[in-house]
């Protein structure tokens, strides 16, 4: 499991970023989510890198 935590604003970002950051169930800053460790999540958690932090 790892902790996907958002560090930066959603806001200015692309459309598809701010829907990466939905699906990864993160809704504000400082809002953290424990998910899976597949390659899908660290796909998704790659994209939207400069927004979040990652905890393994």
């Not at 930066?8 to 990466?20: E, L, M, Y």
């Not at 169930?25 to 927004?51: C, F, N, P, Q, S």
């Amino acid at each position: 499991m790892i902790k996907v935590k958002q560090k930066k604003s959603k806001i200015g970002c692309k459309p598809d970023q701010v829907k990466t950051l939905e699906a990864l169930g993160l809704r504000r800053i400082g809002h953290v989510k424990e998910h899976d460790d597949t390659a899908v999540i660290r796909g998704m958690i790659y994209k939207v890198r400069h927004l979040v932090e990652v905890v393994e």
